[in-house]
């Protein structure tokens, strides 16, 4: 049993230390600061906090082994999964859910992310119909941390995001190892653990700045077109985010046990699209993001693993993944392509690092992936014919408590934007349905909910 006292809140403990003084002492997240279950702060019950993001790749699965036979708890992995079995507990798994495009044309590698991400099917290539699910659970999250969300891609490809306002705002992905480890923990990073805390006058300086340039910025917004004030809304909405930045980093940050600073890389990976090549830069930016959210950085993130026109190559090989989905027969005796299929199970492989990175770090209760909800999904199902039937979905980690995990849910047929809409539920995004046309949906895909 938890000892606890009403008197004893963490920032009662640290004035009474500091005797208000402007140098603040970090303290670790103490039992006396928890309920008697581990789950929230015993003086204001806040939860501990949560996280979403979403991970992609490209070119889908093979059906015949990647679907399992049952549904349900206890379903067997089939051989494409298999590379899931020890990450299995944390995961659930959905197969056919549709995307739907009412009439529209199947835009090869695009229609499917893009209604799954944003629950419309685009009218053409490059159209981006609404913004993407991470934007409006980033906004029902708040503030408090540092970046409101982060991207990035493991392909190292810039243009390589699934993370939009819009087409005319695509939010960039990092691409590079050593900038991202510099974003995070870089000179502007604070130690949550530190024993002391001095703001740098640079950021004053910074703050300063920002004001300047927003104020002046104001001025011409009475003079514009609709479209105009749409892009100039977009810059406030960024100066806004900026500024809140600037603030934090004037504020001793609270504690954080779990954080450990990491070791800078001593060199940025090679440009490149060989697996082996773009699996290495996974692994690394997976270690990075995971102790950001450590270290409370974010709560929102985007990470790529492939892109949905996956031009990923084997050693010894010239054929691109997506050129084999296209020019390599299909083994009658498995009904899969093998070479293509081997490029699957290597994204599958990388799945399973990217869960189990966050079930390793220890949290409350739990894990940071008992924390968290993280939504994974591909551009179709079977690439060879570009099928947006039984476009492959996962979700992983039980936020909070809020998801059951270990299970595989058929759809039916149903849109795949039922999971979008589950997901933005739980993140607290107050909608009452979600998408257009065939792809609407106010259904709670309820054998998830805990």
Known sequence: MLIKSKDATRRGILKGMLRGGAVAMALPLLDIFLNDHGTAMAATGDPLPTRFGTWFWGLGVDHEIFTPKTVGANYELPPQMAALEKVKQHINVFTNFNVLTDGKPNLCHFSGWVA??????????????????DVPIAAAMGGGVRFRSLNMAATGVPRDSYSFLSGDAINPPEVSVVELYQKLFGAEFQDPNSSSFTPDPRVLLRQSALSSVKDEAKAFENMLGASDRQRLDQYFT???????????????????????????????????????????????????LVMALACNQTRVFNMVFSDSFSALVRKGSERTHHILTHEEPIDPATQVQPNASWFVERSMEAWAYFVEALAKVPEGDGTLLDHSLVYAHSDCEFAKVHSLDGVPMFTAG?????????????????????????????????IDSWGNQSLKTSREIGEIVA
């Open 116 to 133: 799954l991400r944003c629950g419309a099917a685009p009218g053409a290539r490059g159209e981006l119909p609404a913004e993407s699910l």
């Open 238 to 288: 960024s100066v806004r985010e900026l500024e809140k930045r600037v603030e934090l980093q004037l504020q001793k940050p609270p504690p954080a046990p779990a954080c450990v600073v990491p070791k800078a890389p001593a060199a940025d990976l090679p440009v490149g699209l060989d697996i082996e090549l773009v699996t290495e830069r996974h692994k690394a930016m997976t270690d990075l």
């Open 398 to 430: 039980k936020l909070g408590g809020k998801v059951k995990t270990g299970m595989h849910i058929d759809g039916n047929g149903d849109p795949g934007t039922r999971l979008g809409y589950t997901v933005q539920r739980l993140m607290g995004v107050p």
